[in-house]
C-alpha cells in the first residue's frame, strides 16, 4: 500500500465547474499537510496547508482535512484552463515528507 | 528576487560518467534537499540538509553524493554507481523543517543517459 494515493487521472472537468482532488495517506502520525500544483516540466509550487481536522479556504481553493478517516481533498471552485496541472498531495509527520504521486486535472475550456 | 536556481535544465550523460547538479539559494533558507521524480510516482527524497557541513541520506541515496560547504549551496553528484539515473532532480529548500513548513522547488534538471 502506498503511504500517500492518489487517484492518478486525468480528471476532467468543464471550465467553471468544482474539480475535486482526493488523497488519503497511511501514517496517522502526519501532522500536515499540503497541495502542490506541478504544471508539465515545471517543479511544483505550494497552493494550500492545513494542519487541523476542517475545512480551510483560501480564494477558490479548499483543503479538507478528516484525521480519523485518514483523507485529505481539495476542491477548486470555478475551475479554470489554467488550473490544469497535477496536484500533488503531501503529508508530513516529524522529519518525514511523503508526497503522493499527483492527480493529472484537465479543465476544458 | 529571491529563488532556487538549479543549473542545467537539461543535461546528457553517457553511461559510466559522474555528472553534478548545481543547486543554489539566496533565501537564506537552512536546510535543503535534492529529490528525483519519475513517472507515476510521488517525489522520492535522495539527500537533505539541515544546517552546513551536514547532510543526511534520504529514501534513495544510493549511487549519489552530496556536499554543503556553504548555506547557498547543495550540489548533487549522480555518479556511475546510479543504475538509472534517468529522471527529473529538483532541488529544495525551506526555512524550517519541511514538516513544518513550505518547500521551496527550484525549475528542476532533467538527467537523461545516453
Known amino acids: 500500500q502506498k503511504e500517500v494515493e492518489q487517484n492518478s487521472g486525468p480528471l476532467s472537468v468543464p471550465e467553471g465547474a468544482i474539480a475535486s482532488l482526493n488523497c488519503t495517506y497511511s501514517?496517522?502520525?502526519?501532522?500536515?499537510f499540503f497541495w502542490y500544483r506541478q504544471y508539465s516540466g515545471k517543479s511544483p509550487e505550494l497552493i494550500m496547508f492545513?494542519?487541523?481536522?476542517g475545512d480551510k479556504e483560501d480564494g477558490r481553493f479548499t483543503a479538507q482535512l478528516n484525521k480519523a478517516s485518514q483523507y485529505v481533498s481539495l476542491l477548486i471552485r470555478d475551475s479554470q484552463p489554467s488550473d490544469s496541472a497535477t496536484y500533488l498531495c503531501?503529508?508530513?509527520?516529524?522529519?518525514?515528507?511523503?508526497f503522493g504521486a499527483g492527480t493529472r486535472l484537465f479543465v476544458k475550456a | 528576487d529571491g529563488g532556487i536556481t538549479q543549473s542545467p535544465k537539461y543535461l546528457f550523460r553517457k553511461e559510466g560518467q559522474n555528472v553534478t547538479l548545481s543547486c543554489e539559494q539566496n533565501?537564506?533558507?537552512?536546510?535543503m534537499y535534492w529529490y528525483r521524480q519519475d513517472p507515476g510516482q510521488g517525489l522520492r527524497l535522495i539527500y537533505y540538509?539541515?544546517?552546513?557541513?551536514?547532510?543526511q541520506k534520504g529514501d534513495i541515496a544510493e549511487g549519489y553524493s552530496v556536499s554543503r560547504e556553504k548555506k547557498e549551496s547543495f550540489p548533487l553528484t549522480v555518479t556511475s554507481a546510479q543504475k538509472n539515473p534517468t529522471a527529473f532532480y529538483l532541488c529544495?529548500?525551506?526555512?524550517?523543517?519541511?514538516?513544518?513548513?513550505?518547500?521551496?522547488f527550484g525549475e528542476g534538471s532533467r538527467l537523461t543517459v545516453l
Open positions: 492545513i494542519y487541523s481536522n
Open positions: 503531501v503529508t508530513t509527520g516529524g522529519f518525514k515528507t511523503i
Open positions: 501514517d496517522r502520525g502526519s501532522q500536515s
Open positions: 533565501l537564506n533558507h537552512d536546510a
Open positions: 529544495a529548500s525551506s526555512s524550517r523543517p519541511s514538516s513544518l513548513g513550505e518547500l521551496f
Open positions: 540538509s539541515q544546517i552546513v557541513n551536514d547532510f
